[in-house]
């Protein structure tokens, strides 16, 4: 194996190993920023032997062996570790290494979900979250994270270790939260595992319409909660959305990468293996019973379009209704928005464009470019053209996406000619 193909093959390995590394060696030192230390110096010894005697069969077992011998190192030689070193080195120097990596096996479950927790945790900022989940949990290194919100590599960096040091210095503990906290905790999870999906989705800002390696992440995340947390009818409800949505990936955009609305899509590109893991996951969340959440209720609108087999077919009047639903469960100005779009696909453009109007002074929207796009798409829809023009233009001047930016700005100019 070349030293290139031996690199690449130790990082996808990595990238695989990590969360599960990094979750195991926590629970041994009880410190989840020495624990990436420990992952990374393990990443480095197989950087530098793995080239000369080949990946190991277990390559998993190995990292974490590495990791654990410079763990008892670490631990012997540091004062400030002395207590550590009396309560965990000399349990760990005590086990053989065969014991140890089936202890790591069999709470491999318990250990991903405490990491899934300390990561989201509600102490640290929503964008500091973000960062430390994909660094984490999704292996993603400071740089990828960086490129992928188009933030500057220091700022990113500073996040995490910002994020580590607060929950060092809170003491958060290595567990899962219970009752009422794991409640309040597990929706900070569902947020955070959203937020990097949308960001990929409909990336706020930049040159590409979407960053499809984000929802990849996104999606790995969600199907490891629903692994983790079976019992939850939210977990499955996100894990539903994210793959329904994701299955139209493919056909959001055109040869040259500009984007594709939903309406305008080739259904055919849609990937019909993901609509059927979203339409399971979305039947698991139903099953489960009680109140359907937001993201239950969102994944039943994606379902309306999943079925629809050409857009003519959509079921309007039951996503009108379904965000009607949602507006009740999460109340938003960007919800009863999307509703009034829906309304107006089920009952005529003047019926949504009513809604729409009704929503004109809200301030949380003053900036919000879809408003003027849609009310600009209802008036075209109405010959209102002029006024239509005008809506085009200023969604385009809102917008930070030069995707998104270009597509408003060639309605407008359409409308112009006509």
Known sequence: MTAPDARRAIEAVFRIESARLIAGLTRMVRDVGLAEE??????????????QAGVPDNPGAWLMAAAKHRA??????????????????????????????AAIDDDLGDDLLRLVFISCHPLLPTESRVALTLRL?????????ARA??????????????AKRALADAGVPFEVPRGPERAARLSSVLEVVYLIFNEGYSATAGDDWMRP????????LGRILAELVPEEPEVHGLDALMELQASRLAARTGPSGEPVLLLDQDRARWDHLLIGRGLAALERAEKLGGVQGPYALQAAIAACHARAHVAAQTDWPRIAALYQALGQVAPSPVVELNRAVAVAMAFGPAAGLELIDALASEPSLEGYHLLPGARGDLLEKL????????????????????????????????????
């Open 38 to 51: 420990l992952a990374q110096d393990a990443l480095v010894a197989a950087l530098e032997q793995w080239p």
């Open 72 to 101: 008892i190192d670490q631990l012997r030689r540091s004062k400030l570790l002395e207590r550590k070193h009396a309560e965990l080195g000399r349990e760990v120097e005590t086990r053989t290494e065969r014991d140890l990596d």
């Open 137 to 145: 949990l999704g292996g993603l290194t400071t740089a990828e994270i």
């Open 149 to 162: 919100y188009l933030t500057a590599e220091p700022t990113i960096a500073q996040r995490i270790v910002r």
């Open 213 to 220: 390696e984000l929802c990849q992440d996104a999606l790995r």
């Open 383 to 418: 010959g209102r053209l002029d006024e239509a023009r005008a809506e085009f233009e200023r969604a385009a001047s809102l917008t930070r996406n030069a995707r998104e930016r270009q597509v408003l700005l060639d309605r407008a100019a359409s409308l112009a000619r006509s």
